[in-house]
């Protein structure tokens, strides 16, 4: 389960990149019931979705001309240079070097050896999100992978995850889980791409996935409000009832709404 005690390896930070930031507040807000603080002219059109003024996730405008608009998530790091070394060392790319934003941390980001991208985070004076796993935030992150395997072995070369492999289905699911951790501390997971997906052009990459009273309810919003869906909505037993998305720029997320103990 995510929490905002983070430790190194867990997620920290999430934000999207959009090629229309003002379409996508009003998307999130929407759907959501977040509202929108910008960090001022100063920071490049960024901002924070914020709930209750407590913030979930950030916004700001594409890097680059021929970027995606995509969900970034963002590891906990004591170290973003010693990270940056590891990501190489582990085969992975660097996209952008570590730098400081202004007093607030460090960061780096990086796409895998696999193909997905993700960024880190060494904090200083904001320690990460505000809040996670309840209504309105993130609660799991799932990475999905070309070559699980190899996946798996870079990112034990890098942040030290724990995995644990569970059977779904025919599938194979890797749980993880930062270094140290027990079962409750658990981040997320790395699920193999079928052919199907591959062949349909589905590469690598990472999956945020919000928690929300009702999945139903959230998909007929995101769909009036020009979301496509992705995967329809399904149960997993012990796990909840999930769907995945397109928002209305073609960036990719996950609604789910968690089982309760003993569901």
């Known amino acids: 389960m995510l929490t905002t005690a983070y430790r190194p390896g867990s997620p920290v930070w999430l934000d999207l990149s959009s090629p229309d930031t003002r379409a996508s507040v009003d998307f999130y807000t ?38 995606l608009p995509a969900w970034t998530l963002y590891f906990h790091t004591p170290d973003a240079d010693r990270t940056t070394e590891l990501v190489r060392q582990a085969g992975g790319r660097v996209r952008f070097a570590p730098f400081n934003v202004f007093t607030a941390g460090r960061m780096a980001g990086y796409t895998d050896p696999i193909g997905a991208e993700f960024a880190v985070w060494q904090p200083h004076d904001t320690p990460g999100l505000d809040v996670v796993t309840e209504e309105g935030s993130l609660c799991w992150t799932e990475c999905y992978s070309v070559d699980a395997e190899r996946s798996k072995a870079f990112y034990r070369a890098v942040f030290g995850w724990q995995e644990q492999d569970v059977p779904i289905g025919e599938a194979l699911y890797t749980v993880l889980t930062p270094a140290g951790g027990g079962t409750d501390d658990a981040h997320g997971g790395i699920m193999q791409l079928g052919p199907e997906q591959t062949a349909a052009g589905t590469t690598s990459h990472w999956l945020p996935y919000f928690e929300v009273p009702n999945v139903d309810a959230s998909l007929a919003i995101a769909s009036t409000l020009g979301a496509t869906v992705r995967i329809a909505a399904m149960d997993v037993h012990g796990v909840g009832r999930l769907a995945q998305l397109h928002d209305p720029h073609g960036a990719v997320f996950a609604v789910i709404t968690s089982a309760k103990p003993g569901e």
């Open 30 to 67: 929407t759907l959501f019931g977040w509202t929108f603080d910008s960090a001022g002219p100063e920071a490049g059109g960024y901002g924070f979705f914020q709930l209750d003024d407590r913030t979930v996730a950030a916004l700001g405008p594409l890097a680059e001309d021929n970027a």
